[in-house]
């Protein structure tokens, strides 16, 4: 299947190609030299400092509050992530149409890749950020032919806008990360990581919302055609160990991404405080490397601080070198 989105963005394929041939190594190429890379922290967080008022559409700010969108990867960069993401996270028609916004999906994620794109040069990457589209295909929200075109729309919009690479995350069901995986394949040129959200049941095992298990994500991901496969968000980066243990010890040579909370947020006079501190995450990243991880950031409540932090505990740490 294939989107009439194609027939538009050759010309940025070919820049994008001829960006990475010229300068940087992929993502793929870099993590499987042996390198830790670094990736960036919680843009929503950042956001809502930044005065996003709740129930306002964050994607918007790509064109209204671009200074302020910005600064967002302009400071992990500084702080030493070799990766950024996008403010693009609910960028799909299928998000935006809530906000009235669906016809200016193209536009705002264009928008969205060309900030990061500015923000990190030639030398870093930008991993744009895809997330679930909220609508549930065991529930009959909406048809696979559907999905696939909203998420073909934004990954090319995001490709045209200057991304390497995108993240589909947060995700929890199979079928939907399969979909995205697939358009943004059969469409762009993009690197594709693909990263699901993980819980603690009660009995001690690590499932999404959806019931899918790590190993049972890294499996279908792999065959849909993902390069990076991993986690995000969460309870924090201590329970980010045990699932990339699980996955790394039935996938021995793709590269895992790790996007950590900054803990489990806790109430405090009304608005959501996130526990781990920088350091509490620094301290976790030799482990987490130990169990396999190769790309290392954070999600929900992590900011320039922490990934300063993660950076610093990284150098120096021999990344462990996939086994053939
Ligand atoms: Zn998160």
């Known amino acids: 299947m294939h989107c009439v989105c194609r027939a538009v963005h050759g010309l940025a394929v070919a820049v994008r190609k001829n960006r990475l041939s010229s300068r940087v190594k992929s993502i793929v190429d870099q993590s499987s030299s042996g390198s830790i890379l670094i990736s960036d922290g919680a843009w929503g967080t950042l956001l809502h400092g930044k005065d996003l008022k709740p129930g306002e559409c964050p994607e918007l700010w790509c064109v209204e509050h671009r200074a302020d969108v910005l600064q967002i990867p302009s400071s992990y960069i500084a702080a030493g992530a070799d990766i950024v993401g996008t403010n693009s996270f609910g960028g799909s028609r299928l998000k935006l149409q809530a906000y009235g916004l669906a016809e200016r999906a193209a536009e705002l994620n264009r928008a969205a890749a060309e900030i990061s794109r500015e923000a990190a040069g030639p030398n870093h990457h930008v991993l744009a950020s895809i997330g679930p589209t909220g609508k549930m295909l065991a529930m009959g929200d909406i048809s696979e032919k559907e999905l696939y075109g909203a998420f073909c729309e934004q990954a090319v919009a995001l490709e045209q806008g200057g991304a390497d690479g995108c993240c589909i995350e947060t995700m929890s069901a199979v079928d939907e990360a399969e979909i995205a995986v697939r358009a943004v394949r059969e469409n762009t040129g993009l690197e594709i990581a693909c990263t699901f959200t993980f819980d603690r049941t009660l009995s001690g095992e690590y499932r999404t919302m959806m019931g899918v298990s790590p190993v049972e994500m890294a499996r279908a991901m792999i065959d849909a055609g993902a390069a990076i496969i991993g986690t995000n968000c ?17 996938v021995p040579d793709v590269p895992i991404l790790v996007n950590a909370n900054a803990g ?20 976790l990243v030799g482990a987490l490397v130990e169990a396999g991880a190769n790309i290392i950031g954070g999600c929900c409540g992590t900011t320039p601080a922490h990934i300063a932090a993660i950076v610093a505990a990284a150098k120096g740490i021999p990344a462990r070198r996939a086994e053939p």
């Open 234 to 250: 969460g309870n924090g980066i201590e329970g980010m160990i045990e699932i990339v243990r699980e996955i790394r010890s039935e």
């Open 264 to 283: 489990m947020p806790v109430l405090v006079a009304g608005r959501d405080v996130f526990p781990d501190t920088p350091e509490v995450m620094a301290g």
